[in-house]
């Protein structure tokens, strides 16, 4: 008869963003050990609470599987010798599997014979297995930081407390340093007295229950924001909406109930992305909005407990948030004493880095990068380029900023409004950071994408000529995530702009440092790191990795010209003309990469009919081909392509190319030379798969 098992793990509370990959490790571990160990189950869940880490495991066999295991030996020429007799090789692995030399059999692999010893072995009960099983699965789980208490050895997320072990209702002895397991947990840490003792499986989540303690965070979660909705509409209002908010919140409680707090409406002369940030990341506060969307000057936090004495909860609550709202707008009002142009100067004596120098040699370099990427591209004007890359890091400086480094942007755009400053320009000083994280929004005005594109070129240009790139998982410059921002900016707008004279521009203005690599070797090496992230953008976008690789083996510095190759030749892929393409580019290209390039192609030297005809249909299409290609027309250019198959396939069926006459062959190879040319404007058709 199958049973349920459960483990809980008492510890002390738990950082509430360590409580995600913790469960999931914890139901991870536990089920590669149930297969590894040959334990059937129904289903395996892991839940938690601040204070809890629980996994529960129904339907748990009561028995392991029997397994019949086979080891290999030596090869069968060397256990046995001519006569068949067995030798030391032979006799050895039989008495090191515990068998009889008899015992042993034969398989074959890869055509070889080798013996084998083949036994069964018997399932132990789940009892007796499990105790050590569960003991290195919390040993095995990892944790960002661990740490070690009292005198003990084990290292755990912080320091365990009580083991609550049960097979149904029966308890399975484990021991993790002075911790024994039990029958007994603990309820929420206020509302609940003493240890509870629990009788079997199903007592335990009704008994946890009872003692407001909701064991299941993705039930927990709900009932979060289904309060907070309800608080807020009571309030006349809408809550944010912030899935990483209401997480950190879920596993910060364990009993959960939300409560409206106010503030004065003076504080909302501070822009709400100030007060919101207060709100979220200092205090864990759900900010509410009107229906028309603008900030109520109140606020929803969630208490650990009952709605006992919440007047009280409320009104400390809101002394604190008065507090750091007050701060807020003291920083807010000081701040904008001054034109925002007036902070400049001082980002002299701000580093950016020991060996590229200040942020405020980073914003020339920025000015000169921006105006260029604006030429190069069609994009703004010279003067509200150098204006936004001028004032583009000023906020840096304000005191809202130091205290609110995740305002950044955002407050050098309210700053440049209030002193007057172009309303583009003030966008581009927020835009110029985008996008911040996978998803985010990129920049919407010209001026705004042209500053983007300078700052992530510039950080990418200084970071490689310095020989500092991302390794592993290391990027603690996230050089990965400006290029992927600096790729999406130039798709999203369908940016021309050639990548090579954009970084060559760049190596310039950090000529003045002692840099490790030439112009010329971070070019290179830059540009195989941006095309590894635009494969792996191409391939999210839902591109298949054959015609991504095509159209990246020929090297291209124009990645919107990449992305319409590579969008051409996905469309065209299931067209019947695309096999024509394959046939004469790959018969082509076969063959034309054994031409002798110290020779010249003399066309006069070709004689057959088929070459001839050859010849006049390629310079037929030539002019044509170079015109599609000019305008970015890639499946036309490929269905022109195309249309030669039954002028080569007349070629190959009249003619031998690899002649013995020099000018004749040279003349024949520089014919498919040339078609293999012209297709490679497209792509390398050899990447692709068929």
Same mark, same amino acid.
């Given at each position: 008869?199958?049973?349920?098992?459960?483990?809980?793990?008492?510890?002390?509370?738990?950082?509430?963003?360590?409580?995600?990959?913790?469960? !999931?490790?914890?139901?991870?571990?536990?089920?590669?050990?149930?297969?590894?160990? $040959?334990?059937?189950?129904?289903?395996?869940?892991?839940?938690?609470?601040?204070? $809890?880490?629980?996994?529960?495991?129904?339907?748990?066999?009561?028995?392991?599987?029997?397994?019949?295991?086979?080891?290999?030996?030596?090869?069968?020429?060397?256990?046995?010798?001519?006569?068949?007799?067995?030798?030391?090789?032979?006799?050895?692995?039989?008495?090191?599997?515990?068998?009889?030399?008899?015992?042993?059999?034969?398989?074959?692999?890869?055509?070889? !014979?080798?013996?084998?010893?083949?036994?069964? *072995?018997?399932?132990?009960?789940?009892?007796?297995?499990?105790?050590?099983?569960?003991?290195?699965?919390?040993?095995?789980?990892?944790?960002p930081r661990s740490m070690r208490w009292g005198y003990y050895q084990t290292r755990f997320a912080r320091p365990i407390r009580w083991l609550l072990c049960l097979l149904d209702a029966e308890v399975l002895p484990l021991n993790i340093e002075n911790i024994e397991s039990s029958r007994m947990t603990y309820g929420h840490r206020f509302l609940s007295q003493g240890p509870i003792e629990v009788k079997d499986v199903n007592d335990y989540f009704a008994r946890l229950e009872n003692n407001y303690v909701i064991l299941d965070h993705n039930r927990r979660s709900q009932m979060i924001w289904q309060q907070v909705e309800q608080v807020a509409a009571a309030a006349g209002g809408k809550p944010m909406e912030n899935a990483d908010l209401l997480e950190e919140v879920s596993f910060l409680v364990e009993y959960p109930t939300a409560f409206f707090g106010a503030f004065s409406p003076e504080y909302l002369d501070v822009p709400p992305e100030v007060l919101t940030t207060t709100m979220i990341e200092h205090q864990r506060y759900f900010p509410v909005f009107d229906p028309e969307g603008r900030l109520l000057p109140g606020f929803i936090g969630v208490r650990n407990g009952t709605d006992f004495d919440l007047k009280t909860v409320i009104a400390g609550n809101q002394r604190v948030l008065k507090a750091r709202l007050e701060d807020a707008l003291f920083f807010w009002r000081e701040d904008t004493k001054k034109p925002i142009q007036e902070f400049v100067p001082g980002l002299a004596n701000v580093m950016f880095h020991e060996r590229l120098g200040s942020v405020l040699d980073k914003v020339v370099r920025l000015q000169a990068l921006a105006e260029f990427c604006g030429a190069e591209a069609g994009l703004s004007t010279a003067q509200k380029l150098t204006r936004a890359a001028y004032l583009c890091k000023a906020d840096l400086l304000s005191s809202m900023v130091y205290e609110f480094p995740e305002l950044q942007g955002i407050m050098g755009r309210y700053y440049a409004l209030l002193s007057q400053e172009d309303? *583009?320009?003030?966008?581009?000083?927020? !835009?110029?950071?985008?996008?911040?994280?996978?998803?985010?929004?990129?920049?919407?005005?010209?001026?705004?994408?042209?500053?983007?594109?300078?700052?992530?070129i510039d950080n990418l240009v200084g970071f490689f000529a310095l020989n500092i790139k991302p390794t592993g998982s290391q990027d603690p410059y996230a050089l990965r995530r400006q290029a992927i921002g600096l790729i999406n900016i130039i798709l999203e707008a369908g940016l021309k702009l050639d990548l090579n004279r954009l970084i060559d521009k760049a190596?310039?203005?950090?000529?003045?440092?002692?840099?490790?690599?030439?112009?010329?070797?971070?070019?290179?090496?830059?540009?195989?790191?941006?095309?590894? $992230?635009? $494969?792996?953008?191409?391939?999210?976008?839902?591109?298949s990795y054959d015609v991504i690789d095509t159209v990246l083996a020929v090297p291209n510095p124009d990645l919107y010209d990449v992305w319409l190759r590579v969008r051409a030749i996905q469309s065209s892929k299931g067209e019947e003309y695309f096999n024509d393409l394959l046939v004469v580019f790959n018969r082509a290209y076969n063959l034309s990469r054994k031409a002798d390039p110290a020779l010249v192609c003399e066309y006069a030297s070709l004689v057959d009919d088929s070459e001839k005809a050859l010849?006049?249909?390629?310079?037929?299409?030539?002019? *044509?081909?170079?015109?599609?290609?000019?305008?970015?027309?890639?499946?036309q250019a490929m269905q022109l392509m195309a249309g030669l198959r039954p002028a080569v396939d007349r070629f190959f069926d009249a003619v031998m190319v690899m002649v013995d006459d020099d000018k004749l062959r040279q003349a024949r190879l520089g014919l498919l030379g040339e078609i293999a040319a012209m297709c490679k404007l497209v792509g390398d058709f050899t990447k692709i798969v068929q």
């Open positions: 008869m199958n049973k349920d098992l459960l483990l809980e793990i008492g510890v002390e509370e738990m950082p509430s963003a360590y409580m995600r990959a913790a469960l !999931e490790n914890l139901q991870s571990l536990a089920a590669k050990a149930m297969e590894e160990n $040959r334990l059937p189950y129904e289903d395996i869940q892991a839940m938690g609470t601040p204070r $809890r880490l629980v996994l529960l495991i129904t339907s748990l066999a009561e028995r392991q599987n029997d397994a019949v295991l086979q080891n290999r030996g030596p090869k069968k020429s060397l256990a046995f010798d001519q006569n068949g007799k067995p030798t030391k090789a032979g006799l050895g692995f039989a008495r090191s599997q515990g068998v009889d030399i008899s015992q042993l059999s034969t398989i074959e692999v890869d055509g070889v !014979e080798y013996v084998a010893a083949v036994r069964r *072995e018997e399932g132990k009960p789940a009892k007796e297995i499990l105790p050590g099983l569960l003991k290195g699965i919390i040993q095995a789980m990892p944790f309303q *583009e320009v003030a966008a581009a000083i927020f !835009e110029h950071y985008l996008p911040r994280f996978a998803g985010d929004q990129l920049p919407a005005t010209a001026t705004g994408m042209a500053v983007s594109l300078a700052e992530k190596y310039e203005g950090f000529k003045a440092f002692k840099l490790e690599n030439s112009g010329e070797q971070t070019r290179a090496e830059l540009m195989d790191f941006i095309n590894q $992230r635009m $494969r792996g953008v191409l391939l999210e976008k839902g591109f010849y006049q249909a390629i310079q037929g299409i030539s002019a *044509e081909f170079a015109g599609l290609i000019g305008k970015a027309q890639y499946q």
